[in-house]
């Protein structure tokens, strides 16, 4: 991908999403996202999650104030 910014979460055994790698994102964003579970604890084959709008994308309104201060949009 030509992107500045994106993130490799994996779910850890606790069932909390973990970065596995990142690039250009800061520190701060990664500890306020690494706990949003993405997917349900018991889920085994999931697909990869694309955001095109994090605006608009139900279920991220509280993370809206951290995606403006990261420039993170559509």
Same mark, same amino acid.
């Given at each position: 991908l030509?992107?500045?910014r994106a993130g490799v979460l994996l779910t850890a055994p606790?069932? *909390?999403s973990r970065f596995k790698?990142? +690039?250009g994102l800061s520190s *701060? #964003? +990664?500890a306020r996202v &690494?706990? #949003?579970p993405a997917w349900p604890p018991d889920e *085994? $084959? *999931? /697909?990869p999650m694309?955001?095109?709008d994090v605006a608009r994308e139900p279920g991220w309104e &509280? #993370?809206? /104030? /951290? $995606?403006q201060e990261e420039n993170i949009g559509a």
């Open positions: 030509d992107v500045e606790d069932g *909390t790698a990142s +690039r *701060t #964003y +990664r &690494e706990s #949003y *085994t $084959f *999931t /697909q694309l955001v095109p &509280e #993370y809206q /104030q /951290q $995606f």
